[in-house]
């Protein structure tokens, strides 16, 4: 099984789908390598956020995730 | 009582506030803010996204927080995601207590949090295209009044 | 829109909120506040009389102030008066807005100013007899917050 | 027309009725002496406001009323 990505808020617009498909072991460099520039660049922002299986990473950059793992790229929410 | 809520079709907010209610017999107070879609001419439409493990969790944590720092009855929390038109409502939090002031504060902290502390990302239709809608330094500034 | 009412009669809130959502289309969030006579074992009845010339006028007066200090589309304040029994809702103040913020903040304001600065005077039925409540501490608390 | 004196709260108990009528004018002097003690004492307390004709009087021992003026004691009203 591969690892799963989601995109959320306007991630997914840059991603041009919700979801992709990753190979795994997937660590941060990967990830980032994997992404592409314009996508890479907004991940690295402080602002984006990193959750696998729905736990939120304190640290996106410790990112180690295996086979069958949902990996979800969170944007900042919206305001009221 | 706590009952939270993610809807992705549109509701009444009668048809959860009467029941959440008649749930609490003896109450001194409820309070309840509604939000709706704002009617701005510019808008066709706004679509509500969130991201399942981490949405509904975290309005239940959201409830749980309101339960333990206010002395309340009960919470409910009810959000809509996907696609709505102006005048729909987005969100509805209501608070069931003995006394006014917890009933209003829960009201007050439920609604900070869920504008901008709660797994919603937002996107206006204007002119046929979609368009971000980014956080708000007002947002973050209500936010930090709760420490 | 203003609308403020003193009733002699028990009222359903959804009567007055219903009306008051559909008169502001457009709006952004509309926050309530309704009050119930609370249920305690030893009393029997409620009694609040009010003072003609004075009780609406002041509710008036403190609906127009609210119109002044928040940014709202309108406001509703409904109060009963006459004798009522536990759970029947004594006050109803609802504030229509479009930032959520100035909607929570006029109906604390509003229940504040109702709880303690308007013109009532409440007694209970204890074991048959009657009681006046006397004003609580508390209450001026509340109220000095708003200067 | 006589002045129509009104006792709010728990100053009707105390009157035994919620509305009497006396003689005027009337003036301060004149309303605490015809209310007896008991009632003249809860009245002289700083607490219980007057009002003449809907109006709430700054300084009650000012009271000045008339044949036809309604006159209202007001004791703090209840807290919530």
Known sequence: ?80 | MKDVRLLAEAFAPGQFLEPFAQAHPGLGGICTFVGAVRADEAVEALELSHYEPLTLAGMNALADRALERFELMGILIVHRVGEMRPGEPIVLASAAAHHRRAAIEAVDFAMDHLKSDAWFWKREKRAGAWHWIEPRAEDHADLARWG
């Open chain 1, 1 to 80: 099984m591969p690892v799963k990505l989601v995109f959320l808020g306007k991630l997914a617009d840059l991603a041009g789908a919700p979801e992709r498909e990753v190979e795994a072991p997937l660590d941060w460099q990967a990830l980032v390598g994997t992404l592409g520039a314009e996508l890479g660049d907004a991940l690295a922002g402080e602002k984006v956020k990193v959750a696998v299986n729905g736990a939120v990473l304190s640290d996106k950059t410790a990112l180690s995730a295996k086979d069958g793992d949902e990996v979800a790229l969170l944007p900042p929410v919206s305001g009221g």
